[in-house]
Nanobody
Framework: QVQLVESGGGSVQAGGSLRLSCTVS????????MGWFRQAPGKEREGIAG???????AYADSVKGRFTTWKDTAKNTLYLQMNNLQPEDTAMYYC??????????????????????WGQGTQVTVSS
């Protein structure tokens, strides 16, 4: 069982930046797909950034060009750099891990990810 712990959320003004971290337990980190998701109040959870075992990435249109995800394999940590944050980015942010091979697009399409291992979430609030 993979365990994930997110950190780095907080409150920022529009135009600001935050970096989220997701530390993963277990040595399968190097072979699994991972993703970042968010859920705003009253809305469904959505996938925003997926990363394959080989570090290939995919992003939702809503965050493309502003958010970047990458892995530090030495630290078993996944990161999400969020720049030019806007009030509509306010949400609970989650990382999740599961699947093998190329599955970064399944994150964006939110297909079959419910069975992945999930972190507890970290809140991001952006004020105007």
């Amino acid at each position: 069982q993979v365990q994930l712990v997110e950190s780095g959320g907080g409150s920022v003004q529009a135009g600001g930046s935050l970096r989220l971290s997701c530390t993963v337990s277990g040595n399968i980190y190097r072979t699994i797909c991972m993703g970042w998701f968010r859920q705003a109040p009253g809305k469904e959870r959505e996938g925003i950034a997926g990363i394959d075992y080989d570090s290939s990435t995919a992003y939702a249109d809503s965050v493309k060009g502003r958010f970047t995800t990458w892995k530090d394999t030495a630290k078993n940590t996944l990161y999400l750099q969020m720049n030019n944050l806007q009030p509509e980015d306010t949400a609970m942010y989650y990382c999740a891990a599961g699947g093998t091979g190329s599955c970064r697009l399944t994150v964006i399409q939110y297909l079959g990810v419910q069975s992945w291992s999930w972190g507890q979430g970290t809140q991001v609030t952006v004020s105007s």
